[in-house]
């Protein structure tokens, strides 16, 4: 049974940094995409960083480029999610998902699996 597990949310001033943390159990991150989503009330969720095991690419929002940055460790079955100079618009729950096969790594619907999600809040 495959389980994403999110960490590393939480409260920060404008301008601060959060490294956000998806660990996975029953899977490999060594395929597929994988990526970190958010989800603001009210608000559809979005696509901010993915990273394609196929092709090397990675996707970034047009709101968090040059911020942002995602990184997978395979060996602790990690990714993560470097968040730095956050504005309060950054505020979301943010997720992790992972899709073991050749899609479109910004396409929300692609992703097979998802985590419950981790709380960033940024406050001004």
């Known amino acids: 049974q495959v389980q994403l597990l999110e960490s590393g949310g939480g409260s920060v001033q404008t301008g601060g940094s959060l490294r956000l943390s998806c660990a996975a159990s029953?899977?490999?991150?060594?395929?597929?995409?994988v990526g970190w989503f958010r989800q603001a009330p009210g608000r559809q969720r979005e696509a901010v960083a993915t990273?394609?095991?196929?092709?090397?690419?990675?996707y970034y929002a047009d709101s968090v480029k040059g911020r942002f940055t995602i990184s997978q460790d395979n060996a602790k079955a990690t990714v993560y999610l470097q968040m730095n100079s956050l504005k309060p618009e950054d505020t979301a729950m943010y997720y992790c998902?992972?899709?073991?096969?050749?899609?479109?790594?910004?396409?929300?619907?692609?992703?097979?699996?998802w985590g419950q999600g981790t709380q960033v809040t940024v406050s001004s």
């Open positions: 998902a992972a899709v073991p096969y050749l899609v479109t790594c910004s396409n929300i619907a692609a992703y097979d699996y």
């Open positions: 029953g899977y490999t991150y060594s395929r597929g995409c």
């Open positions: 990273f394609s095991a196929f092709t090397h690419s990675t």
